[in-house]
């Protein structure tokens, strides 16, 4: 009898599957948090309204988890292997976006208004911190092997994102951020734990060190490519799909990915918007947006996130994965960089 190969799940099917493999742990998790950090943190994961009441609101994409389950499987263990994998780097990346909505000021995130806007900064910090210890009881406490590599890597990774979130929030008071320290600073920020989620998949599905390094590798250069999706569209995004307002990065004067290319390239039009960029965000952004835009920085960084997709997949076949796992990556990966596209 010959047996039967199922065909590798598209991208979307595959984020369906994260989110609902790891949402019953996750909520397990969360009410275990003494009630004032669980109340926020529910209302941040999309799960309540601020009164507590349920409600089914955008609990994010679960693209981490999805990697965290695709490393396994890639190794050639199952996505059960990893749901305490799945979970820890879950809450992980919620912690840092509670924080990440306090030093940024947003007031709106996934279409609903941000939870320190809710609560206030301190008790919304105090429910970050509250994730990221969380994180680590959840992989203490799943009785795996492989836990305690995983934990090491964890917070190796928090490490690396805290100080790409340090450098995020220095280039704020400078003028003279260069593409280069802008790109370790994105690879900090958001790579380290895309790699770390594939990495501790990879570890937990039982991989050989040497796939648990190219998997990690694969999700280095995917988180980055990721970061400049990201910042694309943080100015020309639709907030229909970003869950902020049209040119939100340009309104916070972040010194994004493209934004500094422009600033930084040379030309004219970065020349006009270095005079206005360093100071107070204008009423009406669009013009600011054509003028990154017409530095080539548009371009740019489309260009950065396709060759760096190119690499991760790369890094990806590199480390030998089982066929189907490694096509269901590739798709993954596709969606998350090409999302505005």
């Not at 840092?96 to 007031?107: A, I, K, Q, T, Y």
């Not at 995004?237 to 040119?247: F, I, N, Q, R, Y």
């Amino acid at each position: 009898m010959v047996a039967v190969i199922a065909a590798p799940r598209t991208a979307k099917v595959q984020l369906a599957e994260a989110r609902r493999l790891v949402d019953p742990a996750l909520r397990a998790a969360v009410d275990s948090l003494p009630s004032s950090m669980r109340h926020i943190a529910g209302y941040h994961l999309g799960w309540w309204d601020p009164d507590g009441v349920p409600v089914r609101a955008d609990a994010g994409k679960a693209l981490r988890p999805a990697l965290v389950f695709g490393g396994a499987l890639a190794a050639g263990g199952t996505d059960l292997d990893a749901v305490s994998g799945a979970v820890a780097v879950e809450l992980v990346h919620n912690f840092s976006l509670l924080h990440d909505d306090v030093m940024d000021g947003d007031v709106t995130r996934r279409h609903r208004a941000t939870a320190w806007s809710v609560f206030g900064t301190s008790a919304a910090i105090l429910a970050g911190d509250a994730l990221l210890a969380l994180a680590m009881d959840v992989l203490a406490a799943g009785g795996s092997p492989a836990a305690t590599r995983a934990g090491g890597m964890l917070a190796a990774a928090v490490q690396r994102l805290l100080d790409g979130q340090s450098a995020d929030l220095d280039f704020e008071r400078r003028d003279d951020v260069g593409v280069d320290e802008c790109l370790r600073m994105a690879s900090a920020k958001t790579g380290a734990l895309l790699g770390c989620a594939c990495a501790v998949g990879a570890l937990f599905g039982g991989g050989r060190p040497a796939q648990v390094l190219r998997l990690a590798q694969f999700g280095e250069d995917l988180g980055l490519a990721f970061q400049f999706a990201d910042d694309l569209l943080g100015i020309w995004g639709d907030p229909a799909v970003t869950g902020k307002p049209v040119h939100s990065d340009l309104r916070s004067r972040k010194k994004s990915l493209p934004v500094v290319a422009a600033l930084t390239g040379g030309t004219a039009a970065g020349s006009e918007l270095a005079a206005t960029y360093h100071g107070p965000a204008p009423e009406d952004l669009a013009g600011e947006a054509a003028l990154v835009e017409a530095a080539g920085a548009r371009l740019w960084a489309q260009a950065h996130a396709d060759e760096l997709l190119g690499r991760a997949v790369e890094a990806l076949a590199a480390a030998e994965p089982e066929p189907r796992a490694e096509a269901e990556l590739v798709a993954l990966a596709g969606l998350a960089v090409r999302r505005d596209r």
